[in-house]
């Protein structure tokens, strides 16, 4: 009596491209927080040019030596150190962190 042993064979197509990389990880790194201008001076380098009053919120405008100009509000990250701006009063802004307080006094000098 003979036994045959037949054997059946399948083809699935794999396209590499629509397919997941089984060798990627499963969990993608963080990527990094984009970083403001303002997050990349130092405080000692900016200087407070302007205050600008709003009916909901106040504006501080500072200037980078390199003559760059940029808005903040309360909230906003100052400095290379993680400040962040906590104040913002008529003539004077408050930038505290890790480091303590830093402030910011605007004096008018319109003659």
């Known amino acids: 009596m003979k036994k045959y042993l037949y054997v ?15 060798f990627a990880p499963l969990v ?13 001076v ?6 407070l040019k302007a205050i600008l009053w709003g009916t909901d919120r106040n504006m501080a405008v500072f200037e980078t ?13 100052v400095g ?3 400040g962040k701006v906590t104040r913002i009063d008529d003539n004077i802004v ?3 962190g890790s ?4 402030t910011y006094q605007f004096e008018d000098q319109i003659k």
Do not use: C, W
């Not at 059946?8 to 089984?22: D, G, S, T």
């Open 42 to 47: 130092s405080l000692q380098t900016i200087t």
């Open 94 to 96: 408050v930038i505290a």
């Open 65 to 77: 030596p390199e003559g760059k100009t940029f808005t903040a509000t309360v909230g906003t990250r």
């Open 28 to 40: 993608e790194p963080m990527k990094p927080r984009p970083v403001k201008s303002l997050e990349d």
């Open 99 to 102: 480091f303590g307080k830093v």
């Open 80 to 82: 290379k150190k993680d």
């Open 8 to 22: 059946l064979l399948v083809i699935i197509p794999f396209h590499l491209q629509a397919e997941r990389n089984p």
